[in-house]
């Protein structure tokens, strides 16, 4: 398992949730959710230099959401934008692509379970989302050996991989 914290990233088209790990890669835990919107980059680059100041940072991991085949459809497409955007804005540190099918439906599950309701549940529903991400590319990299996902890759970056 490699060392360092990295953060998680469920984009929706209004909010986006944000989960980082402890440094062991062992555990995810919410942080905050972003307005989607003018700003929201700068604010994740400003939470990746908090994190920085205390721990080494590994990478990004962001939610891929895909159809329930597998298959790419257009929020894949705009989350593939939003994460090459997202890559060049925090280089050289990498970003990672995850499939996070029913991730943000599990989360409603799991807030609602816990008593969450109607406006207080969407409010940390996206931060859950990107919790189930980051600690599902964290158990997947433990079990395997292997980084989650796929690399972003920017024109003109050699490969991370």
Known sequence: MRHGVRLGIDPGDTRIGVARSDPTGFLATPVETVKRGRGDLARIKAILTEIGEESTLLEVVV???????????????????????????????????????????????????????????????????????????????RASGDAPGEIVELEGDTPHE
Do not use: C, Y
Not at 74 to 102: Q, W
């Open 63 to 141: 939610g891929l959401p895909r159809s329930l085949k597998g298959g790419e459809n257009p929020a894949t497409a705009k989350v593939r934008v939003f994460a090459a955007s997202l890559a060049r804005k925090v280089r050289p540190l990498p970003v990672r692509l995850v499939d996070e099918r029913l991730t943000t439906v599990s989360a409603e599950a799991m807030l609602r379970d816990r008593g969450r309701k109607g406006q207080d549940r969407r409010s940390v529903v996206d931060q859950a989302a990107a919790v189930l991400i980051l600690q599902h590319a964290l158990d997947t990299e």
